[in-house]
């Protein structure tokens, strides 16, 4: 019996010691997966601040063109050029980044790339999942360029409409400003630390 409680003993510390090592090794997975994520933050952080000191200015100018628009008038796509890019023109398969400044009939602006409270640049926005007359509406734009968009309703929220100010049926316009696209940051994956 003494010879069994022993090993029963034994069994326990060195699944302790087991346990304690495993543990061990998942903190110190779990620390190099919080480093990298402090560094990813880190750069985002930078580059977000490096593109808002180089165009806030130059957006800031069209935070007076939200107004009221008639509605009912906005029956297809328009675009209005405010600068002309001097880049790579804007196709339907161009990967390109963006701030903006969207508002609907009543100018009330449900969204945008400014920051008001910190007077900065939010990070921009890169094409892909983007509504269908936003698509259409850079096409021809020219990187660097700077266009305001009239959407008709079909082609931004339709029916569904997106929240409080964007309601079922609403046309909307955007000021949108391309930018090159800035370096692309990968957010590490944390289950490729603890393999």
């Known amino acids: 019996m003494t010879v069994g409680t022993i090993f029963s003993f034994l069994v326990i510390i060195i699944g302790n010691q087991n346990n304690a090592e495993e543990s061990k090794t998942q903190q110190e997975k779990y620390s190099k997966y919080l480093a990298a994520s402090n560094d990813y933050q880190s750069k985002v952080t930078a580059q977000t601040t490096e593109l808002s000191d180089k165009y806030y200015e130059k957006m800031k100018v069209y935070s007076t063109y939200p107004a009221a628009f008639d509605k009912a008038s906005v029956s297809s796509l328009s675009t209005k050029d405010l600068v002309v890019g001097t880049g790579d023109e804007i196709n339907s398969s161009s990967s390109y980044s963006s701030f903006y400044i969207g508002w609907n009939p009543d100018g009330k602006i449900f969204d945008q790339s400014i920051d008001t409270a910190t007077n900065t640049l939010k990070a921009p926005i890169a ?69």
């Not at 930018?179 to 692309?184: D, L, M, V």
């Open 127 to 195: 094409s892909g999942n983007l509504i269908i007359g936003w698509n259409e509406g850079v096409i021809g734009m020219k990187i660097g360029g700077v266009r305001e968009v009239t959407i008709p309703s079909d082609k931004a929220y339709g029916q569904t409409g997106q929240g409080d100010l964007i309601p079922a049926n609403t046309p909307l316009k955007f000021i949108i400003m391309i930018i090159p696209t800035p370096e692309k940051l990968t957010a590490p994956n944390y289950a490729d630390y603890i393999k």
